[in-house]
């Protein structure tokens, strides 16, 4: 049973910082690939970075290059996303998704298992 959960969500100011994890339960090994999504209120779902397990592989959407990195914790289950200088328009809810296998991209139909997401907010 694969379990995915986001937490560190919040709000905060512009130009200001947060960090996101997705603590995974259920993979066995690092073959797998995780990666961030988000969805700001009445659009469409966006990949924001992706992360292949096994060699620390990144990808990362062009509106977040720069400010954002991805890693992995210590014991190969969870992922990080730091998020820095945050613009207003990072606003959204920010899911993490996973799947077996290289997937290094940003397409959210790739993914078959989600987390519940967790909010970021951004204010001026």
């Known amino acids: 049973q694969v379990n995915l959960v986001e937490s560190g969500g919040g709000s905060v100011q512009a130009g200001g910082s947060l960090r996101l994890r997705c603590a995974a339960s259920?993979?066995?090994?690092?073959?797998?690939?995780m990666a961030w999504f988000r969805q700001p209120p009445g659009k469409e779902r966006e990949g924001v970075a992706a992360?292949?397990?096994?060699?620390?592989?990144?990808k990362y959407a062009d509106s977040v290059m720069g400010r954002f990195t991805i890693s992995q914790g210590d014991a190969n289950d969870a992922v990080y996303l730091q998020m820095n200088s945050l613009k207003i328009e990072d606003t959204a809810m920010y899911y993490c998704?996973?799947?077996?296998?290289?997937?290094?991209?940003?397409?959210?139909?790739?993914?078959?298992?989600w987390g519940q997401g967790i909010q970021v907010t951004v204010s001026s």
């Open positions: 998704a996973a799947r077996v296998g290289y997937w290094l991209t940003l397409s959210p139909n790739t993914y078959y298992d």
């Open positions: 259920g993979y066995a090994g690092s073959q797998y690939s």
């Open positions: 992360y292949y397990m096994e060699t620390g592989t990144e």
